[in-house]
């Protein structure tokens, strides 16, 4: 992996999985006549899959991606490229992010405060569980704009700087298809949905698209990643997320 590729999972922070099973795809015959969305809901998760990152040098990198997770506390990773040699290693907790790169030594360790002060990204550990669960990016209020049209809720919210717009499926209350940009035309994201696995009787998003724009030296650049999980394990026994530098 390349110095660029930390800074891509720094800008968007893990979006931050193989056995190769056929999915048990949600299926709903409910219809959410009222906004009502679906928030996952677990105590432990463990889910592993295929990751595909390309960047806006044109380079790819493949590999395997282990995600465990503890709700409203952690997200762990570790991304495997082809030789099987582990590149990187994530943890984000609810005060900071920490990423270990094992092949271009470009270590993260920064708070959500000092990641706004540096780089104006006002971020924390419920919007990243949100944007990788599929759920709406922030709680609906009554300063947000919401539509209904077709078999889908429109639902529009600006917080701390960035807009979000998210498409919410009418059959099972998760976001298909989420925009956001920051209001100072920094950086944006387009983040895609597009089939959902039954995990413990909730929709999980199985197959994620990321398209992320960002400002860099060379100007505005692009990057693309692609998730897919083979394997999603709904888990109520205590995980372990190894990390150190």
Known sequence: MTK??????????????GCAKKPNLYTSDEIMQEFDPNYFEFNYLSAKGRIVIEEANGKITK????????????????????LGLEAMRGM???????????????????????????????LSLTLLQNLLYANVPDEFSYRDRLLRIGKYFELTQERNGVRFHSRVNTRHGKVEELT?????NRGA???????????????????????ITYNSEEGMQNAIIHLDFSRIDYLNEPLSFPFQF
């Not at 956001?180 to 100072?184: E, M, P, R, Y």
């Open 63 to 82: 590999g395997t991606v282990n995600l465990r997770a503890k709700n409203d506390s952690t997200i762990w990773f570790s991304i495997t490229p082809g």
């Open 189 to 211: 994201l387009l983040a895609n949905y597009p089939t959902f696995e039954d995990v413990n009787g909730q929709p999980f998003p199985k197959e994620m698209l990321l398209k």
């Open 4 to 17: 660029l590729s930390s800074a891509i999972f720094l800008i968007f922070i893990l979006l931050m999985m």
């Open 180 to 184: 956001s940009n920051s209001l100072d």
């Open 92 to 122: 984000i907790t609810a005060d900071k992010i920490r990423i270990k790169d094992r092949i271009n030594g470009d270590d993260i360790n920064l708070s959500f405060k000092e990641i706004e002060d540096r780089f104006n990204l006002n």
